[in-house]
């Protein structure tokens, strides 16, 4: 079956530090650039950072850049997200999510998600 | 950065009836690069639209997107409720590498 499976999620102080992971079946993963999104109680879906398939290009948004780090391991199947200083507004469902084209930035499979709360 | 602007908020309906769901953008989408997905209550979003218009696999011709002005103003057009049709639906621009997404619209039963 062709699905992707997030996990990590957790409740964390602010400041502190988190790795999600996402565990992708069904497609040759390493093929297909992959991306990080999220969704904060009562908002829309935030696109938070990108990684190539063969992890060379990464890209993040401004909310992010310099605390979160995206990467990839292609014989794991695996693409991960390292979090720190996390902060409040940082609460979300988080979902991994595969580019569908090369060069677009589409997604064509999504896991369910994986909660992350930041409360002291 | 693309703000995307989805209206209405709520769209109450029957099953069977149209739905029609906006979405605009602050500035021109270059290349029709806009997407519509779909996320029933505790699933992960599904792809519907790409390019504007162009279905993804396996979604039936009743769903239909499309564009008019100046690439800012896209619609997503349900011809005929289905129970599975009721959900969040959102659009989202690709036009570069700082993908936005719209605030969503939801489709609840009357």
């Known amino acids: 079956e062709v699905q992707l499976l997030e996990s990590g999620g957790d409740l964390v102080q602010p400041g502190g530090s988190l790795r999600l992971s996402c565990a992708a079946s069904?497609?040759?993963?390493?093929?297909?650039?992959m991306s990080w999104v999220r969704r904060a109680p009562g908002k829309g879906l935030e696109w938070l950072s990108a990684?190539?398939?063969?992890?060379?290009?990464?890209y993040y948004a401004d909310s992010v850049k310099g605390r979160f780090t995206i990467s990839r391991d292609n014989s794991r199947n695996t693409l991960y997200l390292q979090m720190s200083s996390l902060r409040a507004e940082d609460t979300a469902l988080y979902y991994c999510a595969k580019h569908l084209v090369r060069g677009e930035w589409y997604f064509d499979l999504w896991g369910r998600g994986t909660l992350v709360i930041v409360s002291s | 950065e693309v703000v995307l602007t989805q209206s209405p908020g709520t769209l109450s309906l029957s099953p069977g009836e149209r739905a029609t769901l906006a979405c605009r953008a602050s500035q021109s989408v270059a290349s029709s690069k806009l997407a519509w997905y779909r996320q029933r209550a505790g699933q992960a979003p599904s792809l519907l639209i790409s390019g504007a218009s162009s279905r993804a696999t396996g979604i039936p011709d009743r769903i239909s997107g499309s564009e008019s002005g100046s690439g800012t103003d896209f619609t997503l057009t349900i011809s005929r409720l289905e129970p599975e049709d009721f959900a969040v639906y959102y659009c989202?621009?690709?036009?570069?590498?700082?993908?936005?997404f719209g605030q969503g619209t939801k489709v609840e039963i009357k």
């Open positions: 069904g497609f040759t993963f390493s093929s297909y650039a």
């Open positions: 989202q621009q690709y036009d570069g590498r700082h993908p936005t």
């Open positions: 990684i190539s398939d063969r992890g060379d290009y990464i």
